[in-house]
């Protein structure tokens, strides 16, 4: 089956100063799959994906976002983009409904405050404002902030970091639910277990380079096929699977 790049990146160079922080990287992102972009503390990721996302010039190469180059449709682009806010983004003294609204109004979109809390399950916290939530909470909320201008294409940054298993597996429930309506999933995770989990496809970043691209169980493969053997039997479930399994899937709120 043919498939559509809803973004095309070509020969893609940052460097500030001297220092090369993304070294002439191509790759390609397919209409409707979950993307993983991996690497290490300062290979280049968050650089790239904030170039994407209009926030950072580029020094040199070509980027085309569904079908609208970077340089000359910035602002195209950003109406069908939805990037998760960080903590500091939101109002502290505006409950969840309020900061929606204020969203909608900068959107100039029409999007019903409650109707978008209920995907999130977070109806019960309409009144909350964001420091009064918990974790996992919060981090449902930001991806929320996401969806409100219906983008095509949504980008999150470690999206579950910190939280814990429940409120993990519940994220990455959201998180394919929202691919599974039609949106095209960006995410950065220094979780590999996740990654395997959620991503049809990953890119691995390393000092500016991507070093390798493909689906994970692929790229497990080759891995497999090259002589590499784990010193450690591998089981059918880990203890992140016991510890589910044990305490059950419903979340924890603080």
Same mark, same amino acid.
């Not at 904030?50 to 950003?78: C, Y």
């Given at each position: 089956m043919l498939k559509t790049p809803i973004i095309s990146v070509q020969h893609l160079v940052k460097n500030y100063g001297d220092f090369k922080a993304v070294k002439d990287i191509s790759f390609e992102v397919y209409q409707g799959e979950i993307f993983g972009?991996? &690497?290490?503390? &300062?290979? &280049?990721?968050?650089?790239?994906?904030?170039?994407?996302?209009?926030?950072?010039?580029?020094?040199?190469?070509?980027?085309?976002?569904? &079908?609208?180059?970077?340089?000359?449709?910035?602002?195209?682009?950003?109406?069908?983009?939805?990037?998760?806010?960080q903590s500091a983004g939101f109002y502290p003294n505006l409950n969840l409904v309020e900061l929606i609204e204020l969203f909608v109004g900068l959107y100039q979109t029409n999007i019903e405050p409650i109707a978008l809390l209920e995907k999130v399950n977070l109806v019960d916290k309409a009144k909350s404002k964001f420091k009064e939530l918990s974790g996992g909470q919060k981090q449902r909320f930001s991806i929320a902030t996401t969806l409100i201008n219906q983008p095509k294409i949504i980008f999150l940054d470690e999206p579950t970091t910190g939280l814990d298993p429940q409120a993990r597996r519940n994220l990455w429930d959201l998180i394919k639910e929202i691919r599974q309506n039609g949106t095209t999933v960006i995410i950065t995770t220094h979780y590999m277990d996740e990654a395997e989990v959620l991503c049809d496809r990953v890119a691995i970043i390393d000092s500016g380079k991507i070093i390798a691209i493909n689906t994970p169980n692929e790229l497990i493969d080759e891995l497999v096929a090259s002589g590499f053997e784990k010193t450690k039997e591998v089981k059918m479930a880990n203890l992140e699977d016991v510890f589910i399994h044990k305490t059950g899937r419903a979340l924890r709120e603080d």
């Open positions: 972009l991996l &690497g290490p503390n &300062g290979a &280049g990721k968050s650089t790239t994906l904030e170039i994407i996302e209009t926030l950072r010039e580029k020094t040199s190469g070509t980027i085309v976002v569904d &079908g609208m180059n970077l340089d000359t449709h910035p602002e195209s682009i950003k109406k069908i983009i939805g990037v998760q806010l």
